[in-house]
């Protein structure tokens, strides 16, 4: 039960898939029938297929500097960036185009920014209401599977000894330890009223205040409403909150998402209010972000899935290679048993390489298809996510 949102500029939306994907003329919009909760009419550019959604004042260079840090919490003064010119291109793979002005403008809602608002959402997520979040839930085609998204959703550091990247798997809890088991959370929205439950990941930004998540996560999709009392936990595990409670006080998506509710663009981010005066940053680090990567580096999926033997108090990983979305998206493809809770989690590519834990993030967790339990589909981070975090880091 998770929402998405889609609003790229159709010069974008055929740049960045053309160039992604390099098979153009794919997109087909399937026949009729809805999601839910959200009310995505299926994807553009998908087949129909039922699926189940897995719920700046210096310049553009060090921006994106930043983006590939070193991770560790930091006390270094921040400051902004401003997008004047064409993105630059340290992540840039090989199916990478360039996007150049005028930029699409992303689709941003504000949350909480007085003490009073953020003290209200404090109080509203008890522990009673978090356990009854829901988690996204399949919604059923008699014809052909469409995709829909898996909702809803982690762990600490204790305990736990930082060794090399964890094994092959479909699914098991993450007890390896390191930067993952605090910048990992469970993510928790409201949206017409119903609460939801994710997974998000803190990653680097020279504000020190971003996460990245599903887009469904914090907008209905296709022309619909934001999502509200967004907070998040970051190295939840069994209940408890080591790091605490972070409230968001902006949330984007891609307008892609947000307008036309395309998974291949189910992507967002959030700001974060400070806690004490500190950045979320400062307190549990970040994992470096990359866009336009070859898609057949192996990757690490993290979440807090609370659907069938999972329960969302526990980090779970799968880890393997990717492969390619039958139904011909730009998405990559997971063997993971996942459930809905783990939308929004991170893929990670280059896990262990710069430290116990840290990897690059070049995507995040966004469907099932309703046929295929057994495997999990994460957002590609082409140049369209790559804008969306430039821009977002800026507001």
């Known amino acids: ?3 998405c949102a889609l609003v790229v500029a159709e010069c974008e939306h055929t740049d960045d898939h053309e160039a992604d994907r390099g098979r153009p003329g794919r997109h087909r919009r399937p026949p009729g029938g809805r999601l839910r909760p959200g009310r995505s009419p299926g994807r553009r550019g998908r087949t129909a297929a039922a699926a189940v959604i897995l719920c700046t004042l210096a310049s553009i260079p060090s921006l994106a500097a930043a983006a590939t840090g070193s991770g560790q919490p930091t006390t270094q003064p921040r400051t902004g960036s401003v997008l004047t010119r064409e993105l630059p291109g340290p992540f840039s793979g090989r199916y990478s185009v360039p996007l150049a002005p005028p930029y699409a403008e992303p689709l941003s809602a504000p949350v909480a920014s007085t003490d009073e608002e953020q003290a209200r959402i404090h109080a509203y997520w008890s522990y009673e209401r978090r356990t009854r979040a829901q988690a996204a839930v399949p919604a059923g ?4 599977p469409r995709p829909s998204r898996l909702d809803g959703p982690t762990a ?4 736990q000894r930082p060794t090399g990247p964890p094994p092959a798997s479909t699914g098991a809890p993450y007890t390896h330890g390191g930067l993952v088991t605090r910048t990992v959370g469970r993510l928790f929205t409201t949206i017409r009223g119903i609460d939801y439950a994710c997974s998000a990941t803190v990653v680097s930004s020279l504000g020190g205040d971003l996460a990245v998540t599903a887009g469904h996560c914090l907008h209905e999709g296709a022309g619909g409403v934001f999502s509200t009392n967004v907070a998040f936990m970051p190295g939840y595990a069994d209940g408890s909150l080591p790091y605490g409670l972070w409230t968001a006080r902006r949330i984007t ?5 947000g307008l036309r509710g395309d998974f291949d663009y189910d992507a967002g981010f959030i700001l974060f209010n400070t806690r004490g005066g ?15 990567q070859p898609r057949t580096s192996a990757q690490y999926a993290f979440g807090y899935p609370r659907i069938g033997q999972y329960d969302g108090e526990r980090l779970i990983y799968c880890a393997g290679s990717p492969s390619a979305d039958p139904y011909g998206t730009a998405s990559l493809g997971l063997a993971c048993d996942m459930t809905g809770g783990a939308s929004g989690g991170p893929l990670m590519v280059g896990l262990g390489r710069a430290g116990p834990g840290v990897g690059w993030v070049d995507s995040v967790v966004s469907y099932a298809y309703a046929g295929d339990a057994e495997t999990i589909y994460g ?17």
């Open 141 to 144: 085609r008699d014809d052909k």
């Open 278 to 292: 500190r950045h979320i940053q400062d307190v549990v680090g970040a994992q470096r972000i990359a866009f336009n």
């Open 1 to 3: 039960m998770l929402l």
């Open 253 to 257: 998506v891609t307008p892609a998402w």
């Open 379 to 395: 957002t590609y981070f082409g140049r369209a996510i790559e804008l969306l975090y430039y821009q977002s880091a800026e507001l």
């Open 156 to 159: 600490t550091d204790r305990a």
